[in-house]
């Protein structure tokens, strides 16, 4: 008769070392540890996070563009307001390391005061899109019914407007008493429908989840479940796609202070001067190359902070 | 499918009519008054004032002048300009010169956005990966606006290679605006396509694909590439609107004699009939391309079907 016991570690003739059940502990195979750290999205996303040159880069690019935004003083000494026709176009000098604009306004500390109202602008857009975008879409999604079939027709309504048009009509309207204000009002008026839908979607695919159905079954109620369960689940693409559209927003508002419907001149700001530096592209582009770079180096940052993001959150890209 | 189709027209109603409602009451709150703009500096004659108020209809309350206009479009009439002349003629004059650019700027999207997206796909991690992904965030970064006039200077007067401007709209002379105006989608569609182009190399089916022996350039072809291409072309179907829409600093740059152009001088003047005619016109071809591309779907991916 075969002996089926469990198999000793002496028997003559064994291959592989068996540890017999006596010497092994005994241990669930799903037990979990409570010493060691428990991994969630957000840690696994921060652990690779960290190892990620982009999101070294533009981390420390965005830090130093709030540093000049919160202490312009710091970098330069010139009062960016001060322009005299006798330093039109003047060459770069001590204190004015490049030198003036047509109007004589030192560039560099143009450059260094502008930050302010464009990430004023993108920041201020994005927590209005955000609020915005994330309650009606969070509401369309949850509730789902009539109250999602009125909710997304109005989101439709918003998003077949072309953006930059609605934007110009508006602002027509207040055309000389333009305030930072106007403009991230009105960009948040009609740029919150990409939010509201990406929340509306992963608020539907997170609200038919085991944990929430596990949740209502222990008698929570439908707000705390979506407080509590749903939002938490939906957020990360929010956070994504809010960093990538504080970069556009900059951008917009460059482009309607281009167009002529940005800022006042009193205010100062990248994109009223890369367009009345664009008639000297030809003799003076430093002009308009430096306000332009400024400009186009923290809208890299936030997209480029918004891709490293983007990748560390989604497991499928995400190399181990 | 003709069921899913009457009922996707049957939604858009809704959309149209608040799109309308939304833009005629911005240009209606939009200030000063264009009757007496129309007198210039001299004095303003209040009965002819008033007789071309009634002839605009500009005496009635709002909702009345929208749904006057509203009836208009339904019978094809898109009014007068306040110079007199019928909104459907710059309507005719300049939806035709948009319509090559925007394909111009599309067709430029599909075949280099696709092309570039496949091959730093399948290369993923390599150089021309890396090169390819962080120049296309440098290219959404920098204002259109800013790549419109250096490219309009560098490569229309500095090296003569295009005309600066394109007032005659030949294909010619569009095809700078067209690359500008396609520059940040094509960005987009870069890196759509390669993200989905890396998605589906490691599925299922690709490795079987692999297995059974099939060429390289096969399995990219026909088991990766339509897979692939379903966000890009639900991408690309959105992006038509936006680009006949945002043409808007393209056109200026440019000069070209075109939508953007039309309803940014029609804003300036307050003309509230060319701009909304326009506008909802922009709004039909939007909807139109999404309806389009949703059909698509189900040619792109046989297991899509509309019932």
């Known amino acids: 008769m075969p002996d089926t016991s469990i198999p000793r570690a002496t028997r003559a003739g064994q291959q592989r070392y068996v540890a017999p059940l006596d010497e092994t502990p005994l241990q669930g195979v799903d037990a979990v540890s409570n010493e060691s750290d428990g991994s969630s999205l957000w840690k696994d996303a921060f652990r690779s996070l960290i190892r990620q040159p982009l999101f070294i880069i533009s981390g420390l690019l965005i830090l130093l563009i709030l540093v000049v935004v919160a202490f312009p003083w710091l970098f330069t000494s010139a009062d960016p307001t001060y322009c005299t026709l006798d330093n039109s176009l003047a060459e770069p000098r001590a204190g004015h390391p490049l030198g003036f604009n047509q109007q004589g306004c030192d560039i560099y500390a143009r450059v260094i005061y502008g930050a302010q109202a464009s990430v004023m602008v993108g920041a201020f857009t994005t927590l209005g899109v955000v609020i915005i975008g994330g309650i009606i879409g969070a509401v369309a999604g949850f509730y789902g019914g009539w109250i999602d079939a009125l909710l997304s027709r109005i989101m439709d309504i918003f998003f077949a407007l072309p953006f930059v048009l609605a934007a110009i009509v508006v602002l027509q309207l207040v055309r000389d ?94 994109g009223a001067d890369i367009a009345s530096a664009q008639t000297l592209i030809r003799t003076n582009p430093e002009a308009l190359f430096f306000p332009a770079a400024a400009l186009a180096v923290t809208v890299l940052s936030f997209i480029m902070m918004g891709d490293a993001v983007r990748d560390a959150l989604d497991p499928k890209a995400r190399t181990r | 499918m003709l069921r899913y ?226 966000p890009v072309v639900t991408f690309l179907g959105a992006d038509l609107g936006t680009l006949m829409g945002g043409a808007i600093v393209t056109e200026y740059i440019f000069a070209v004699d075109g939508v953007g ?47």
Not at chain 1, 192 to 201: L, S
Not at chain 2, 83 to 88: A, C, E, L
Not at chain 2, 280 to 305: E, K, Q, S
């Open chain 2, 261 to 307: 152009s039309a309803l940014y001088d029609a804003i300036l003047r307050s003309e509230g009939t060319t701009v909304v005619s326009i506008v909802t016109l922009l709004v039909v071809v939007y909807i139109f391309a999404n309806l389009l591309v949703d059909l698509l779907y189900a040619v792109l991916d046989p297991r899509i079907r509309y019932a």
């Open chain 1, 177 to 270: 008493s333009i305030t930072v204000w106007h403009i991230i009002g009105v960009l948040a008026a009609f740029g919150w429908t990409q939010i509201a839908r990406i929340t509306r979607g992963a608020v539907i695919s997170t609200k038919n989840s085991d944990f929430v159905t596990a949740s209502t079954a222990v008698g929570a109620s439908p707000l705390k479940n979506l407080v509590r369960h749903v939002l938490p689940n939906a957020i990360a693409p929010v956070i994504v796609t809010a960093t990538v559209s504080l970069g556009i927003y900059i951008v917009a508002e460059a482009t309607l202070s281009y167009l002529g419907l940005g800022l006042p001149s009193t205010i100062v700001s990248w």
């Open chain 2, 5 to 230: 189709t009457s009922r996707r027209i049957l939604q858009m109603i809704p959309v149209l009519l608040g799109t309308t409602l939304l833009i005629y009451a911005m240009v209606f709150a939009m200030p000063g008054d264009p009757v007496t703009a129309l007198f210039g500096d001299k004095p303003v004659n209040e009965n002819v004032a008033d007789q071309i108020r009634a002839e605009y209809n500009l005496d009635e309350p709002f909702i009345v002048q929208y749904l006057l206009f509203l009836k208009g479009i339904f019978v094809g009439d898109f009014g007068i300009t306040f110079s007199g002349r019928p909104v459907i003629d710059i309507i005719a004059r300049v939806f035709p010169t948009t319509i090559k650019l925007a394909f111009m700027a599309l067709i430029i999207e599909m075949v280099l956005g696709v092309a570039v997206g496949v091959m730093a796909g399948i290369r993923k991690g390599k150089l021309f990966d890396s090169t390819v992904l962080m120049l296309s965030l440098v290219v959404i970064a920098i204002p259109t606006f800013v790549l419109g006039f250096v490219g309009q200077f560098v490569f229309g007067i500095e090296l003569g290679w295009f005309p600066a401007t394109a007032r005659d709209a030949s294909i010619g002379s569009l095809l700078m605006p067209a690359v500008v105006l396609a520059g940040v989608s094509l960005a987009y569609v870069i890196r759509l396509t390669r993200t989905s182009i890396v998605e589906n190399l490691s599925a299922d089916h690709v490795r079987t694909a692999k297995a059974k022996g099939l060429s390289g350039s096969r399995v990219t072809t026909v088991h990766v590439l339509r897979n692939s291409l379903i």
